[in-house]
């Protein structure tokens, strides 16, 4: 065999040998829990202490957290009431 094609041999075996436990661990992984699925399931940690936050899990508490830095309706009602006045500030206007 020519001295290159040995080479080329034997680096392709090392480098196989190096990547398949990260292949391995990437085919595996969709089997295993991820994060977000065990959050979906935990009892919100602040539900003894807000009653906003009882029956919530710690996923939808984290989103409850982040809709309200953000600003964004939490009912509803108060979605609804925010629609008809955007609509009223709007109204007879061509944007």
Do not use: C, Y
């Not at 292949?23 to 065990?38: C, F, G, N, P, Y």
Request: hydrophobic residues 35%.
């Amino acid at each position: 065999m020519d001295k290159k094609v040995l080479m080329g041999i034997v680096l392709g075996v090392a480098g196989a040998a190096l990547v398949a436990p990260k292949v391995a661990a990437l085919l595996t992984q969709d089997r295993d829990e991820d994060t977000w699925s065990k959050m979906d399931r935990m009892e919100s940690v602040d539900s003894d202490k807000d009653e906003a936050e009882e029956g919530l899990t710690q996923l939808d508490s984290n989103h409850r957290a982040e809709w309200q830095a953000n600003g964004f309706p939490q009912t509803h009602a108060e979605r609804e009431r925010l629609m008809n006045e955007s609509e009223e500030s709007f109204k007879g206007q061509d944007i």
